[in-house]
């Protein structure tokens, strides 16, 4: 039973133009959300990340949407650049109980075009 | 700061060898953790160790063991491997004050083949 889902394995956009990453979650106690970039061969490096108090979250580029009643959140980059092209993990988080670590999506292969 | 290491970066191993990965970490992390990504998977907790001197049962702990060997070191253990336990395994850490969630930092992986 997956928790925290991505379901478009991959996109593909053009240069300049905004890319945006979905991930829906099932379990209501998530209260921290992730999210991640990994390039080949490489661990995955941290990006982005917003508490369940808050519906937005911005860093440069980079914007994180949380709709908390829809279970679902988004990650935008504006604009999109060759360097973004990489697997992008949404990962969640419960601090009150069950096991400690991150519970991640199977991930969304970007493809930034030039 | 080196962050989070791993100990090898790929090792190839025959079904029932054994062998113990390594990870450290020098950002002062109270937390550590084991992962494992398969081939179009997300990554699945393996163990963890929320502070030196403990350690818990991830999502998929069956067929490892763990020891959390100070501060900075957690290592993980195949005894006798299986090649379902092919895959890449990631190491990292976090400082976690109290209650509250903090980032995890990731090492570069190990990536193991079981034959």
């Known amino acids: 039973d997956q928790q925290v889902k991505q379901n478009s394995p991959s996109l593909s956009v053009q240069e300049g133009r905004i890319s945006i990453l979905n991930c829906d979650y099932t379990?209501?106690?998530?209260?921290?959300f992730l999210w991640y970039k990994k390039y080949p061969a490489e661990g995955p490096t941290f990006l982005i990340s917003?508490?369940?108090?808050?519906d937005k979250n911005e860093d440069g580029r980079f914007t994180v949407f949380l709709n908390k009643s829809a279970k679902h959140l988004s990650l935008h980059i504006v604009p999109s650049q060759p360097g973004d092209s990489a697997v992008y993990f949404c990962a969640a988080s419960e601090t009150g109980g069950g096991a400690d670590g991150l519970t991640f999506g199977k991930g969304t292969h970007l493809i930034i075009q030039p | 700061n080196a962050g989070v290491t791993q100990t090898p970066k790929f090792q190839v191993l025959k079904t029932g060898q054994s062998m113990t990965l390594q990870c450290a970490q020098d950002?002062?992390?109270?937390?550590m953790y084991w992962y494992r990504q398969d081939p179009g998977m997300g990554l699945r907790l393996i163990y963890y160790?929320?502070?030196?001197?403990?350690?818990d049962k991830g999502e998929v702990p069956n067929g490892y063991n763990v020891s959390r060997l100070n501060k900075r070191e957690f290592s993980l253990r195949l005894e006798s491997a299986a090649p379902s336990q092919t895959s890449v395994y990631f190491c990292a850490s976090r400082f976690r004050r109290g209650g509250r969630t903090d980032t995890q930092y990731f090492g570069p992986g190990t990536r193991l083949t079981v034959l």
């Open positions: 160790s929320a502070s030196e001197g403990t350690t």
């Open positions: 379990n209501s106690m998530f209260d921290y």
């Open positions: 917003i508490s369940s108090i808050k």
């Open positions: 950002m002062n992390h109270n937390s």
